[in-house]
């Protein structure tokens, strides 16, 4: 095996790429918007790759992961469009007409259907969609929606980590590694389930004074009608389409963005009354325009070689203490990083690595399954972890605002005191199960 020997184009890459995550991390700090960082890290890396012939434009092009950019930007555009129908109003409405005013009930109804959604629309869109629903019910209760608003955000982190399409971080880690819808279903579901369950039970207990409280009656006259039946059950049934596409995509020869573009296209000639134009503008091209410039700047370090100088060092550490040691390390060590920063940076700084790894012999199959669940339950642990986190805090803070009340906020502390337990639990669960099952995860054929 050729040694790799430290260079100047590892040296100025890897000072651009720490520079631009430690600036991203630090955005509450100093203030400069995270995107705006990232274009900034993006165009220096190629100025720098040129200056010193080893990254140009064109090669940051073909960094760019094009299936998760366009499935994203897809999947936003129908979550758009199906918005104003009224239909997710509906859902959370019955749902809480059913509870009666049993708050646990109320929780685990809503958090279960924030979990469904998020194994689909992806978690961060869910907890959009519901997160101001929840805050509706919430007051017409007279209870506090801090509860609820936090299990809603973990519940719906740790259901997005099942599937391909549920968390940014598992669409960069399937196109990556060539993971199929079902067989990342397969591998990721059965443990995210338990650790679902263990979260649901365990909020109770977190937070068992406030569930406890009566409930004022029901009252939501002011809930609006199902605006527009036709365009939500089309919506419906293209997403049923949609699912069957993502299970069928390897088989077919699909990438995934082009069965969301195909649901999509679908989507916008049964409804024909959709206003296209209103709903492209819905799409978050700020939260996309950051992925390319992730990209950019990890395929920058990746054409340096000083991702692969990395990998060099990890692999007699895989040789010496085992590949399930590795990994269940690996699990840990992601988590970590996750609940400190958000996971979607991390993630991108790891595949590369682990990619290396695997140009060298190693059989990283498994460790692919502990990446996604690392960065996936790390992300409960602070209210950075994930983005989804971070809408919610902000919510949740303009409600305290509107109210006067700086109690209704959930703060940093708080998300600590709750979340971290529930990082915690999720993490010795995935653990065990990765233990028990290793071959299993080891031979996944990845």
């Known amino acids: 095996m050729e040694i790799l020997v430290w260079s100047n184009e590892m040296m100025v890459s890897a000072i651009v790429l720490v520079v631009t995550f430690i600036a991203i ?34 090669e940051a092009v073909e960094a760019i992961d094009w299936n998760v950019v366009f499935l994203l930007g897809g999947m936003m555009t129908i979550v758009a469009i199906m918005i104003p129908t009224g239909g997710f109003q509906q859902l959370a409405y019955k749902i809480a007409d059913y509870s009666k005013g049993r708050l646990f009930l109320l929780m685990a109804m809503m958090g279960t259907l924030v979990t469904v959604l998020s194994l689909l629309l992806d978690n961060v ?76 039970f365990f909020l109770r207990i977190l937070f068992k004074k406030e569930l406890s409280v009566t ?46 573009a195909i649901g999509l296209t679908l989507l916008v000639f049964v409804s024909k009354d959709i ?10 091209l700020a939260l996309l325009m950051f992925f390319i410039s992730l990209f950019i700047i990890v395929g920058g370090v990746e054409h340096s070689g000083f991702l692969q100088y990395i990998g060099q060092f990890v692999v007699p550490f895989v040789d010496d203490y085992g590949l399930l040691t590795t990994c269940l390390i690996l699990l840990w060590v992601s988590a970590a990083f996750s609940a400190a920063i958000d996971n979607i940076p991390f993630t991108a700084a790891m595949i590369p690595i682990i990619l290396g790894m695997e140009a060298q012999g190693i059989n990283v199959s498994p460790m692919w399954w502990a990446l996604a669940a690392g960065v996936g339950m790390g992300g409960n642990g602070t209210h950075l972890g994930s983005t989804a986190n971070v ?51 080891e031979n996944s054929g990845v």
């Not at 990232?38 to 140009?56: D, K």
């Not at 527009?228 to 995509?249: C, E, N, Q, R």
């Not at 206003?275 to 978050?284: A, K, L, M, V």
Request: one cysteine or more; glycine letters at 8%.
């Open 25 to 58: 991390f630090t955005e509450g700090i100093h203030g400069i918007h995270r995107v705006k960082v990232g274009m900034a890290g993006a165009a220096v890396m190629m100025l720098v790759g040129q200056i010193f012939s080893f990254y140009g434009p064109e």
């Open 125 to 200: 869109t869910t907890v959009v969609i519901f997160g101001p629903l929840i805050i509706l019910i919430c007051q017409s209760l007279r209870v506090s929606a801090i509860p609820f608003l936090l299990a809603a955000a973990l519940l719906s982190d740790t259901g997005g980590v099942a599937t391909l399409v549920g968390d940014p971080p598992n669409l960069m880690i399937g196109s990556a590694a060539g993971i199929d819808f079902v067989t990342f279903a397969q591998h990721m579901f059965p443990m995210v389930f338990l650790a679902w369950i263990a979260i649901l």
């Open 215 to 260: 409930p004022a009656k029901l009252d939501l006259t002011d809930r609006e009608p199902l605006s527009d039946p036709k365009t939500w059950y089309a919506s419906l049934a293209v997403l049923g389409i949609m699912v069957i596409g993502f299970i069928m995509h390897n088989s077919l020869g699909w990438e995934p963005w082009f069965v969301t």
């Open 275 to 284: 206003d296209i134009e209103e709903s492209f503008t819905h799409i978050e």
């Open 391 to 441: 809408f919610i805090v902000t919510i949740s803070e303009k409600m305290a605002k509107d109210a006067g009340d700086p109690s209704l906020a959930i703060t940093p502390g708080l998300w600590f005191r709750k979340g971290l337990p529930v990082m915690i639990i999720t993490l010795m669960i995935c653990t065990a199960v990765m233990y028990t099952f290793f071959p299993f995860f």
